[in-house]
């Protein structure tokens, strides 16, 4: 229930997100976009001579300066929205400053047009990062160049990105709270269902123990009388005890996913030799691995402590384990190895066998999934080892995980 939350929430605060960053993203484009486009025209109309688009025209240049007096002079061409300077060249030498808004006093005009004239390989326009450069110009080398002072725009947009980065992380803030608000609403209905049906299953499976008790007592019973000590009998007697213990290990199961769901015994935690542990635990288990044919080797870091419930770990390993045995060929190694890597304790049993089948790999985790079924009905098996092995690490912080290369098989938990 806590993954489906996880992955609806982030889900919808991804796309809102998504939409948002894309949105003021594309504001300063727009804005950029606009403000480059006034300064190119801007450059343009101030450089004079049939270079203002839109059809509007400027007298051609003379030797003798502009032709037709009906037409503007520069000296009287004026702008309000930008600092623009334009210097009239004679021989590469400044003759003529001329200035078309209010003029700054720390803005070194002569001195910007003269390093303008020296580093001649940038002629005509020039127009870079609005961000940053100080100014902007148009340049024709012996004619003029036109000058922008960019400080006062450049810091403009910085602080339009400013705020639109103050307004994003504002409406971030407020998308986090309206998506778990809208995560709550979702999972609700879900979050109903799902307790009904593990109420269901704990109350089902307390109410099922009893007369199961009865059944498997009574059938002891039976199998003391001598009117049934009949081969016939002894057969039904043998049935009938089969599968109650079958019927118990399931309700235990089902019992324990409960109780590991609503996180019974996690009081229990305590700091416990993690190293101990998994060394006894396949201790444990190599008679088993003998009757399988199968050698159990470790690799095993000591004294690696872990707050943990015992029990819950060593049921953990064991049902790994025991699987890893039972899938694996003849003649072959189970290996389990214990290390601690920075923050994390990795806990790797690998397996040679009949590898997982692709898209498997996350399946054989859920409740009452089989991917064999009819060996694993044959072997008592019911799918819920998995699930209940899965529960315990996720109820201790951890993650774990199942893939296969080639004919190795490898369960990862970590810690």
């Known amino acids: 229930m806590k993954e489906l939350r996880k992955k609806t929430f982030w889900t919808i605060f991804s796309i809102l997100m998504i939409i948002l960053l894309f949105s003021v993203f594309f504001v300063?484009?727009?804005?950029?976009?606009?403000?480059?486009?006034?300064?190119?025209?801007?450059?343009?109309?101030?450089d004079g001579p049939g270079n203002l688009k839109g059809g509007v025209r400027f007298p051609e240049e003379k030797e003798n300066g502009w032709k037709d007096q009906d037409r503007s002079e520069p000296e009287k061409m004026m702008i309000m929205d930008y600092e623009v300077y334009t210097v009239e060249l004679?021989?590469?030498?400044i003759s003529r400053i001329i200035s078309h808004g209010n003029a700054s006093d720390d803005f070194d005009v002569e001195q910007i047009a003269n390093k303008i004239i020296e580093d001649n390989e940038k002629q005509g326009l020039y127009i870079q990062n609005l961000y940053l450069e100080k100014y902007v110009y148009n340049y024709r080398p012996s004619v003029r160049i036109v000058i922008i002072n960019n400080e006062s725009i450049a810091s403009d947009m910085r602080l339009f990105l400013i705020v639109s980065i103050m307004f994003l992380i504002l409406l971030g803030t407020v998308i986090y709270l309206i998506s778990k608000k809208i995560t709550e609403w979702i999972s609700l209905p879900v979050e109903e269902a799902f307790g009904k049906q593990k109420e269901f299953i704990a109350d089902a499976s307390h109410e099922l123990k009893t007369p199961l008790a009865v059944i498997m007592a009574s059938s002891d019973e039976l199998s003391q009388a001598d009117i049934l000590k009949t081969p016939e009998y002894e057969g039904y007697l043998e049935n009938i005890r089969y599968e109650s213990d079958r019927m118990s290990r399931l309700i235990n199961g089902l019992l324990r996913l409960s109780k590991l769901d609503e996180a019974i015994t996690k009081d229990a935690f305590r700091e416990e030799d993690l190293s101990d542990i998994v060394q006894k635990?396949?201790?444990?288990f190599e008679a088993v691995a003998f009757e399988e044919s199968v050698m159990i080797r470790t690799d095993i870091d000591k004294n690696i402590m872990f707050?943990?419930?015992k029990d819950e770990i060593e049921q953990m390993l064991s049902t790994i384990l025991d699987?890893?045995?039972?899938h694996s060929y003849a003649d072959s190694e189970v290996n389990v190895s214990l290390k601690k890597a920075s923050k994390n304790i990795i806990i790797n049993i690998t397996n040679t066998g009949d590898p997982i089948a692709s898209g498997d790999e996350e399946r054989i985790f859920e409740r009452f999934y089989r991917a064999d079924k009819s060996r694993n009905r044959q072997s008592n098996r019911y799918?819920?080892?998995?699930?209940?092995?899965?529960?315990?690490?996720?109820?201790?912080?951890g993650s774990i995980r199942a893939y296969s290369k080639d004919l190795l098989t490898t369960f990862e938990i970590v810690f």
Do not use: M, P, W
């Open 307 to 309: 707050d943990c419930s």
């Open 90 to 93: 004679r021989d590469d030498r």
């Open 383 to 397: 799918g819920l080892g998995l699930a209940i092995a899965k529960s315990i690490v996720i109820r201790h912080g």
């Open 28 to 46: 300063n484009i727009q804005n950029y976009r606009r403000e480059y486009e006034n300064i190119e025209r801007t450059l343009t109309v101030f």
């Open 281 to 284: 635990t396949c201790l444990a």
């Open 323 to 326: 699987n890893a045995i039972k």
